[in-house]
């Protein structure tokens, strides 16, 4: 689980490090956590690197720290986000954030734990999963939202994770995107590829650009209009 947490006090960071190794450890999972002190710094990072959850000390109505909770869910539109801190709910959520948990200081570990398993407990039940076999003849189930965008080249199909990982399978890619695009979160704006809205930055007039990744995906000749669309229309 990458795990990313901002906050000023570098005392609060190292007690949520602590309970989050804890945590990970108790259900036999590996936990990588970052934590930031700085905004900036904090900001630049989760634009660069995925993060499977984020937390983020309470969010007042001040121009700085909206920013910070406007930008966070426009790059995660569907990730676990939870505040700690006492706090009003009707301030956060007049950001737009949308929260999925809140978690008032000071708290036990009983009260970590239990939030987590709460958390845990939802991605998993709403993550569909896909199984694959890959050229090396393992076989894999990958969590639908993990996939950024898959691409065909000869007989080939490479899918691209959140992770920075890529799978290689033989499959033929008419069949590969019949299993995706039976899900509202994936679209195929070219024959050679399929890419997840939800990690789509912004969408040109030939291509479709990322989140997480270097080079843009094409949009094939005619299928413009219907690309933005299927991207508005997921949102509304």
């Given at each position: 689980m ?55 000390k ?55 734990f ?31 939202s ?12 490479t ?5 920075g ?62 690309v ?9």
């Amino acid at each position: 689980m990458k795990v990313a947490y901002y906050d000023e006090s570098l005392e609060y960071a190292e007690n949520i490090r602590n309970l989050m190794q804890k945590y990970c450890t108790l259900r036999y999972d590996s936990a990588e956590i970052e934590s930031f002190t700085d905004k900036s710094v904090f900001l630049e990072k989760v634009t660069l690197k995925y993060y499977d959850l984020i937390l983020l000390k309470a969010v007042y109505a001040d121009a700085a720290e909206t920013e910070i909770a406007e930008k966070i869910r426009d790059f995660y539109p569907s990730a676990p986000i939870v505040f700690l801190n006492r706090i009003n709910e009707t301030v956060i959520e007049s950001t737009f954030c949308r929260p999925v948990h809140f978690l008032m200081n000071p708290f036990q570990q009983d009260s970590f734990f239990q939030m987590m398993n709460e958390i845990t407990k939802s991605v998993l039940s709403t993550n569909q999963r896909i199984g694959i076999k890959s050229v090396d003849g393992a076989f894999r189930m990958i969590p639908l939202s993990d996939i950024i965008y898959a691409e065909v080249s000869g007989h080939t199909i490479t899918i691209h994770l959140n992770s920075g990982e890529t799978h290689e399978i033989t499959e033929p890619m008419k069949k590969f995107s019949q299993n995706l695009t039976v899900y509202p979160d994936f679209i195929m704006p070219h024959r050679s590829y399929i890419v997840n809205i939800l990690y789509i930055s912004h969408i040109t007039s030939n291509s479709v650009h990322l989140k997480f990744c270097t080079d843009p995906v094409p949009i094939a000749k005619g299928k413009l209009n219907a690309v933005k669309e299927a991207y508005k229309s997921f949102y509304e």
